[in-house]
């Protein structure tokens, strides 16, 4: 399988929105700073637009070729719903040494 932006290829979107570093980073690290389970929604939506500008600079600096993309709103509604998930267990991780 080559690494490569298609028009539209959803098993090629969920990969990018699954390993996107900035997401998971971003996330992770919102998510442990969050004080209320609420504020993981916001850890969610920057994870999701910080790993769309990390895709957005690979594909200019064409490190990432991209043809036509077409799925950008699906890159981001999926970085957001992982984002939710990494936030969630940087939230749950820090939760939990806190109490001890």
């Known amino acids: 399988m080559s690494v490569g932006l ?9 990969l990018i929105a699954l390993l996107n570093p ?38 200019f600096l064409r490190i990432l070729p991209a043809k036509g993309i077409g799925g950008e709103a699906g890159v981001v509604a999926l970085q957001a719903i992982f984002g939710f998930g990494w936030a969630a267990l940087g939230y749950f991780t820090t939760r939990h040494s806190r109490r001890r």
């Open 6 to 14: 298609k028009p539209f290829d959803p098993q090629m979107l969920v």
């Open 22 to 59: 900035a997401t998971i980073l971003v996330g992770f690290l919102m998510g442990r700073a969050a004080d209320q389970w609420q504020k993981l929604i916001v850890a969610a939506l920057a994870a999701a637009l910080a790993g769309f500008v990390l895709l957005y600079v690979v594909t």
